[in-house]
């Protein structure tokens, strides 16, 4: 536990039940209200094209900032839990949330949004999402899987109100008073912080941290103390600075992880891959559905439709993953789950008309369900729980600069070709591409690791079969104490 948290710990609390339960409502609010509300942005990508005179590339700068902040704000937000807390961070987030939508409705042109909505907005959702996802694991452990998958229907959530709200204000205020009006909303977030309360564990039921090694640079430094190098000499203070560096960016980057869990590596890199084309169709689709001739309350509706049908998906997603014949095995419903919705994007390309548009995001988001329930999960798999904050860290950092590049490239194209087929292209390509990897890659680790045991085995057996080959020699031979002292002894 964080140094914030010990200091206003309750009384014991027990896992898996009561106030568990009230920080998993909080949990599914939050995430409604930080990974869910990116997904409105395609409601004002028109009306921000229109009033700053912006084209496609650089509009959609503005929702590709906010998304990678909220992604790549993972160490900050590491450090800020283990120093401060979960509740803490999780309300600050809160009000930077709300001060980046307040500020955005007074911007004057396109790069003032990136700094408030993208930046300040981003920055805000990232301390509330991330945060919150790190509380779970501390309030759930035989029901882990249910509740991420529970916490995670929040976005679905989301993904169906925020855009039926989004068009509902735009028509009737403009996009200006909106994102005031946005600004309160946010402010929410607070209150779900403030029902994270620390959780004091029993002993032995949470994991514990790993005992922090002695790292060589320590032990260089109090070799070169000890034969009498001044501490303020210009080369140790040098190497002692470098060895803080290293030392913060393990714990909170986990770079030590990323290179001795082959898991992990192969899980983020995939990750990574997979989001370039992930948010593309979040993005694009009203765009798309508006410029194909679809009226714009229709074209806000998409992205609610794929909403709703989380909210029901989600759950039953976490209730199957979580059964013990998945146990080792959610990575392969994962890779299922993200090539399906790389299938799917082919649909958009056969028909923009709106029955299809609205099959697309039927199938889209069955897909979606298994993305949204299992990453998490995933990574709890292949990461201790004791370094999952520092894990996150380091996979958000990489998602985020996909998050960030993905969707302005893919704009360029547009505005170059000014063809919107080449979003759903592009989203096909990536996480087609990325399912493979990862399927194939966690097949190919689990044969080498079952047959490095199969080997070891073989070894362990033929050196217990010489050992009792040689143990019964000497008896035969000889019946002196001697020998017989000797064979005990091995």
Same mark, same amino acid.
């Given at each position: =536990?964080?140094?914030?948290?010990?200091?206003?710990?309750?009384?014991?609390?027990?896992?898996?039940?009561?106030?568990?339960? =009230?920080?998993?409502?909080?949990?599914?609010?939050?995430?409604?209200? /930080?990974?869910?509300?990116?997904?409105?942005?395609?409601?004002?990508?028109?009306?921000?094209?229109? +009033?700053?005179?912006?084209?496609?590339?650089? /509009?959609?700068?503005?929702?590709?900032?906010?998304?990678?902040?909220?992604?790549?704000?993972?160490?900050?937000?590491?450090?800020?839990?283990?120093?401060?807390?979960?509740?803490?961070?999780?309300?600050?987030?809160?009000?930077?949330?709300?001060?980046?939508?307040?500020?955005?409705?007074?911007?004057?042109?396109?790069?003032?949004?990136?700094?408030?909505?993208?930046?300040? /907005?981003?920055?805000?959702?990232?301390?509330?999402?991330?945060?919150?996802?790190?509380?779970?694991?501390?309030?759930?452990?035989?029901?882990?899987?249910?509740?991420?998958?529970?916490?995670? /229907?929040?976005?679905?959530?989301?993904?169906?109100?925020?855009?039926?709200?989004?068009?509902?204000? @735009?028509?009737?205020?403009?996009?200006?008073?909106?994102?005031?009006?946005?600004?309160?909303?946010?402010?929410?977030?607070?209150?779900?912080?403030?029902?994270?309360?620390?959780?004091?564990?029993?002993?032995?039921?949470?994991?514990?941290?790993?005992?922090?090694?002695?790292?060589?640079?320590?032990?260089?430094?109090?070799?070169?103390?000890?034969?009498?190098?001044?501490?303020?000499?210009?080369?140790?203070?040098?190497?002692?600075?470098?060895?803080?560096?290293?030392? =913060?960016?393990?714990?909170?980057?986990?770079?030590?992880?990323?290179?001795?869990?082959?898991?992990?590596?192969?899980?983020?890199?995939?990750?990574?891959? =997979?989001?370039?084309?992930?948010?593309?169709?979040?993005?694009?689709?009203?765009?798309?559905?508006?410029?194909?001739?679809?009226?714009?309350?229709?074209?806000?509706?998409?992205?609610?439709?794929?909403?709703?049908?989380?909210?029901?998906?989600?759950?039953?997603?976490?209730?199957?993953?979580?059964?013990?014949?998945?146990?080792?095995?959610?990575?392969?419903?994962?890779?299922?789950?993200?090539?399906?919705?790389?299938?799917?994007?082919?649909?958009?390309?056969?028909?923009?008309?709106?029955?299809?548009?609205?099959?697309?995001?039927?199938?889209?988001?069955?897909?979606?369900?298994?993305?949204?329930?299992?990453?998490?999960?995933?990574?709890?798999?292949?990461?201790?729980?004791?370094?999952?904050?520092?894990?996150?860290?380091?996979?958000?950092?990489? +998602?985020?600069?996909?998050?960030?590049?993905?969707?302005?490239?893919?704009?360029?194209?547009?505005?170059?070709?000014?063809?919107?087929?080449?979003?759903?292209?592009?989203?096909?390509?990536?996480?087609?591409?990325?399912?493979?990897?990862?399927? @194939?890659?966690?097949?190919?680790?689990?044969?080498?690791?079952?047959?490095?045991?199969?080997?070891?085995?073989?070894?362990?057996?033929?050196?217990?079969?010489?050992?009792?080959?040689?143990?019964?020699?000497?008896?035969?031979?000889?019946?002196?104490?001697?020998?017989?002292?000797?064979?005990?002894?091995?």
């Amino acid at each position: =536990m964080s140094q914030g948290e010990a200091a206003g710990r309750s009384t014991a609390k027990p896992q898996d039940q009561g106030w568990a339960w =009230m920080v998993l409502l909080a949990a599914v609010v939050l995430q409604g209200l /930080t990974l869910g509300f990116p997904c409105c942005i395609g409601v004002f990508f028109t009306d921000l094209q229109h +009033e700053f005179q912006a084209s496609n590339s650089q /509009t959609s700068w503005f929702p590709s900032i906010m998304v990678a902040v909220l992604h790549g704000g993972g160490p900050l937000c590491s450090i800020l839990v283990k120093r401060f807390g979960c509740r803490f961070v999780v309300m600050l987030g809160g009000l930077l949330s709300g001060l980046g939508m307040v500020s955005s409705s007074f911007c004057g042109s396109i790069s003032q949004l990136y700094l408030t909505a993208g930046l300040i /907005t981003g920055l805000g959702s990232c301390f509330s999402f991330q945060a919150g996802v790190t509380v779970l694991g501390y309030y759930f452990v035989r029901w882990q899987t249910l509740a991420n998958a529970v916490a995670s /229907t929040g976005v679905s959530l989301g993904f169906t109100l925020w855009p039926l709200l989004s068009q509902y204000l @735009l028509d009737e205020m403009g996009w200006r008073n909106t994102f005031l009006i946005f600004g309160g909303i946010l402010l929410n977030c607070c209150v779900c912080g403030a029902i994270m309360r620390p959780i004091q564990l029993a002993p032995g039921s949470h994991p514990q941290s790993a005992k922090p090694e002695e790292e060589p640079g320590n032990r260089a430094e109090e070799a070169q103390l000890s034969n009498g190098a001044s501490p303020y000499h210009p080369m140790l203070q040098q190497h002692t600075r470098r060895t803080k560096c290293f030392q =913060m960016l393990q714990k909170y980057l986990a770079f030590d992880i990323f290179c001795q869990n082959k898991g992990y590596q192969i899980y983020t890199i995939g990750v990574t891959w =997979m989001v370039m084309g992930f948010a593309l169709p979040h993005v694009y689709l009203v765009p798309y559905a508006i410029h194909s001739g679809v009226e714009e309350h229709k074209a806000a509706l998409l992205i609610s439709i794929i909403g709703f049908i989380n909210i029901f998906i989600r759950p039953l997603t976490g209730l199957l993953s979580g059964h013990r014949v998945f146990t080792g095995r959610r990575i392969y419903l994962f890779s299922l789950a993200v090539l399906l919705c790389g299938l799917s994007n082919f649909i958009c390309v056969i028909s923009a008309e709106f029955g299809v548009l609205i099959l697309y995001c039927v199938i889209l988001s069955i897909a979606m369900s298994g993305v949204g329930s299992l990453i998490f999960q995933v990574l709890m798999d292949v990461v201790d729980m004791d370094r999952f904050s520092s894990a996150l860290g380091l996979f958000t950092v990489l +998602e985020s600069i996909t998050h960030l590049i993905g969707p302005p490239l893919t704009g360029f194209l547009v505005d170059i070709t000014s063809d919107f087929h080449y979003v759903f292209y592009n989203s096909s390509f990536f996480l087609i591409s990325a399912a493979l990897f990862m399927g @194939l890659s966690f097949c190919a680790l689990e044969k080498k690791n079952k047959l490095r045991k199969a080997s070891k085995a073989r070894l362990d057996n033929h050196s217990r079969y010489q050992y009792s080959e040689a143990s019964a020699e000497p008896k035969v031979e000889s019946q002196s104490p001697a020998a017989v002292e000797y064979i005990t002894s091995i």
